[in-house]
Every structure is written in structure tokens, then in C-alpha cells.
């Protein structure tokens, strides 16, 4: 069932449920939208399944404001709260992950049964003084020089689609190419240019291994073993949140939910039946 709701700041976001029973909230990265989780969807079976756009992305509407991982945590609230949903299971990808955090950091975890992390590190840009394994046991990715290039190359009419195109090549393996990649690429160009890089700026600053060591739900953490973000931090995770279950894919990329969504949809149907 396709749906919508207006935000409390008066964006229309739109959302689609499958099935029925426990609720399972899917949260998309940086400049995807529902569709990146179509493939694990439609894999699962048992539960209520949701998916929904941000704010900007996909067929929700486009605002002026809210570039900003904290206020797509007020929207993510205020779906589970027009939906009615309590004692979910949320299941992020790549800044989906970094949404969640803030949900956490906003609301606290009273209406959440279970998370599950797929490919993102809890910190994405090195510090200053820090040596190559301390970069590598984060996860980080990005120096600050590094993520100011890409933000600005995003807000650039000229190159905004050569940047794109080369950002969504690292995040897929070599057969993902063709009719595939163009259309990841069309989702990724659906995103305004400059709301986009103010939100890859936000997204990317942040610090979440404090918060991340408080958890105490249960937690599932995925990671691709040839995935651009560094699978160490996916496994500082796992370390850090006592009982958490962490699962390699081998071969894996930054987009496994799309290249190997048997396996990724594998591993969260086993999850939710552990915390059932």
C-alpha cells in the first residue's frame, strides 16, 4: 500500500507497506531512495515491511531546509508515529544508519525492538592526528580536504553528474554496470545538488561511537567485504554493542541490499527470528 503524511515543517513524504505483523522500518542512504530496498522486500516474509523516501529523495517531496541527518530523524519519528508503529525493527543503510543514530540521540530507544546496521562506519572523516589503523578500526573514509572536494563538486551544475556517476562507481562492484548503474545514478541525480552536498557535509561530520556504545538492543551489523566503506568500522560496531551479531559478506559492496540481496535478506530474516 502506497501512503503519505506532511511532516510538522510541511514536507509531504511518501512511503509504501507490505504485508503485516511485526514492523520492520527500512532507512535508505545518501541520494537513494525505497527502491535500493526493493530486492530484500520482497524476499521476506512474516512481517510488515516499510519503506519510505527522505525528504528531497525519491517521490517525497523537495524542501528548503532540513539537510540534516537529526531532522530526518523528526521525519522517521513522525512516520512511526502516523503509521502507529511501536516495537519495530529498523534496518538503515549507509547514512540510514547515521539517521537512526539521530533518532536514537532525539527520542531514546522505548519504541524500537531491534536494529540492524548495513555498511557504515560510525565515523567517516580521520582526525587530525590519527595514524592509518586508527582510521581503519573507525572506518573512516574521508580526510576534511576529501569530503570539502566532494561537497563542493556536488553543489557544481557543471560537474554535479561526472561526480555522482563516480561516487555510485565505487559503491558497486564491476558487474554492476549498464542499465543498473544508470539507473542508481538517475536516483542519486534525482536529489537537488545543493541539498545534497549539505547533507553529505552534516552526515559525514559526525562522531556516532558514543552513542553507538550505549546501545543495548538487540543489533545486527552487515558489512561487504569489498565495499568502499571500511569494514572495521562496521565491526567497531559490533565490538562496542554487547551480544550484537556481525556478518561479513564476502565480495560484498557498499550496495549488497541490490547485488546480493539473497544473502543480505538471509541474514535479517534470521535476526528477526532470533527477536521474535
Not at 548495513?118 to 590519527?130: A, C, H, I, N, R
Not at 586508527?134 to 570539502?148: H, I, T, Y
Request: charged share 20%; with cysteine.
Amino acid at each position: 500500500m502506497d501512503g503519505s503524511f506532511r511532516t510538522n515543517d510541511g514536507v509531504t513524504l511518501r512511503y509504501t507497506t507490505v504485508g503485516a505483523g511485526r514492523a520492520v522500518v527500512f532507512v535508505h542512504g545518501w541520494q537513494q531512495d525505497a527502491r535500493q530496498w526493493r530486492p530484500v522486500v520482497e524476499r521476506l516474509t512474516g512481517c510488515l515491511r516499510v519503506t519510505y523516501d527522505h525528504r528531497g529523495h525519491g517521490r517525497s517531496e523537495d524542501s528548503a531546509s532540513g539537510a540534516t541527518v537529526h531532522r530526518l530523524a523528526v521525519d522517521l519519528a513522525e512516520l512511526l508515529a502516523d503509521l502507529e508503529l511501536t516495537d519495530v525493527t529498523l534496518v538503515g543503510h549507509s547514512m540510514g544508519c547515521s539517521v537512526i543514530w539521530a533518532y536514537l540521540d532525539l527520542f531514546g530507544p522505548a519504541d524500537v525492538r531491534a536494529l540492524v546496521f548495513v555498511d557504515q562506519s560510525p565515523v567517516m572523516v580521520t582526525g587530525p592526528f590519527w595514524n592509518a589503523d586508527a582510521a581503519l578500526d573507525a572506518g573512516a573514509m574521508l580526510s576534511a580536504e576529501q569530503l570539502s572536494d566532494m561537497v563542493h563538486g556536488l553543489r557544481s551544475p557543471e560537474h554535479r553528474a561526472d561526480v555522482v556517476r563516480q561516487l555510485v562507481s565505487t559503491m558497486v562492484s564491476d558487474s554492476f554496470r549498464g542499465d543498473q548503474l544508470d539507473e542508481t545514478v538517475e536516483w542519486n541525480l534525482r536529489v537537488d545538488g545543493e541539498f545534497a552536498s549539505a547533507l553529505l557535509a552534516d552526515h559525514a561530520s559526525h562522531d556516532w561511537r558514543p552513542l553507538v556504545s550505549r546501545i543495548e538492543l538487540p543489533v545486527l551489523v552487515i558489512a561487504g567485504s569489498a565495499s568502499t566503506m571500511p569494514w572495521r568500522g562496521s565491526r567497531w560496531i559490533a565490538n562496542r554493542v554487547p551480544g550484537s551479531i556481525f556478518e561479513l559478506i564476502d565480495g560484498g559492496s557498499h550496495m549488497l541490499m541490490v547485488e546480493t540481496p539473497d544473502v543480505a535478506a538471509g541474514l535479517l530474516a534470521k535476526f528477526l527470528e532470533l527477536t521474535a
